[in-house]
């Protein structure tokens, strides 16, 4: 049971393993990404977006490192508890051991063994005392046997727990060593929202103008979602119904690859997430997101996530491209794109290049929005969050 305990345990230290390297990976990336944009005073608000998904990150990764202690404490607990049992039924078999010695001393002689065995009433008798003392040896062996392995076990119990000791103390390091750093990303964080702040009405009046862009492409996004929706549907109020046989089976594809998605660009940090957010430092202003934004490195190549079809390539005047692919009954949106590399109407691949990020003039990063939508009985699609669909690969 001890065993299968510790193999179990194993198990779940690998996850957490796993998830504190994925984490430092993320801060790396994030690192790198930032001193891209620090070269560059004009995007600050860039760099507070990935001085908050640091933040974020960091956080994440200590309260990985407090798992994987809590997982340690409780483990050397077991250790604890198993030792101070083994001990006690060691010293109830040397106890037992003893007092078998003590027995045989005090019965040493063989005059006596004989007597014993002469005096039985019959030979049946005499023959099981015989077999009474000959058992009595070999039990007397497999005593000081057990007790040896007991020992052993108990070494190596020991051992055990000394190790797990050590790790504890090494994520305790860590742990301290993470949380300096993370207090002096915090400190940049105020630093750079103090700066940020000195300049609200310029970068208030610069959020309005690219919130109502954003709105603009979303409408027309969300256009070209409802044509083609009426297109596939012909007489059907519903488009879901007249998927396919390869389309249904692609549909359920992709929702069983939820978590497992990979990302739309190879490299990149989730700057703004799904949903609606109140503004980092500008007050009375609420961003509202239809997928996440990604910030990536300057012309990163766009992947599509899954198998489909390309089902709207669009934009509006003087601004950027945005394309959708379909995937059965499912919608994934790519926004902010130059040198679209697919048609209406095409095939595409898992991971196969769709276009390329926009990147403004001697900028160095760049920002992919993402979306995910699922069509039902009932429409517009639902929209849903991208981060519980894409995994890092």
């Known amino acids: ?14 996850s957490l393993e796993e998830q504190r390297k994925q984490a430092l990976k993320e801060i790396e990336e994030t690192s790198s990404l930032l001193k891209e944009v620090e070269q560059n005073r004009e995007k600050s608000v860039d ?20 798992a994987e202690i809590a997982y340690t404490d409780r483990q050397i607990g077991e250790m604890s508890a198993k030792i101070t049992q083994m001990n006690s039924e060691i010293e109830k078999m040397k106890d037992e051991y003893a007092r078998l010695v003590d027995h045989a001393y005090k019965n040493r002689g063989q005059y006596s063994k004989l007597i014993y065995v002469l005096s039985a009433k019959d030979f049946n008798e005499a023959y099981r005392r015989m077999k009474y003392f000959q058992q009595y040896s070999e039990y007397r062996k497999k005593q000081v046997t057990e007790i040896n392995i007991k020992q052993e076990e108990l070494r190596i119990v020991i051992k055990q727990l000394e190790e797990q000791k050590t790790e504890k103390e090494k994520l305790l390091a860590e742990q301290r060593q993470e949380s300096r750093k993370l207090e002096t990303v915090k400190s940049e964080q105020n630093r750079e929202v103090t700066n940020l702040r000195s300049q609200e009405r310029r970068l208030r009046s610069q959020l309005l103008a690219q919130q109502q862009k954003q709105k603009r492409i979303q409408n027309e996004i969300e256009k070209m979602i409802a044509a083609d929706a009426r297109k596939r549907a012909g007489t059907s109020a519903n488009p879901y119904e007249n998927l396919t046989p390869e389309e249904r089976l692609i549909s359920n594809n992709f929702k069983s690859n939820k978590g497992r998605l990979p990302w739309p660009v190879e490299r990149g940090v989730i700057t703004s997430f799904f949903g609606t957010h109140a503004h980092p430092f500008i007050k009375g202003i609420y961003l509202e997101n239809d997928g996440i934004d990604i910030t990536t490195i300057g012309g990163a190549d766009v992947r599509a996530v899954f198998d489909g079809e390309v089902s709207a390539v ?66 517009p699609p639902d929209k849903l969050n991208p981060e519980q669909w894409i995994v890092k690969q």
């Not at 305990?5 to 690998?14: E, K, L, P």
């Not at 379909?326 to 991971?351: D, F, P, Q």
């Open 1 to 14: 049971m001890f065993l299968l305990a510790s193999g179990a345990f194993a198990q779940t230290r690998q």
């Open 47 to 66: 760099k507070l977006n990935l001085l908050n998904a640091q933040v974020n990150q960091f956080n994440r990764l200590i309260g990985s490192i407090n």
């Open 314 to 379: 669009g934009g509006i005047t003087g601004d950027n491209m945005f394309i959708t692919v379909r995937h059965g009954n499912y919608i994934t949106v790519y926004s902010n794109l130059v040198e679209v590399k697919v048609k209406l109407g095409a095939k595409v691949n898992v991971k196969e290049t769709i276009g390329k990020v926009y990147t403004e003039k001697g900028a160095k990063t760049a920002i992919l929005k993402f979306q995910i939508r699922e069509e039902t009985n009932k429409p």
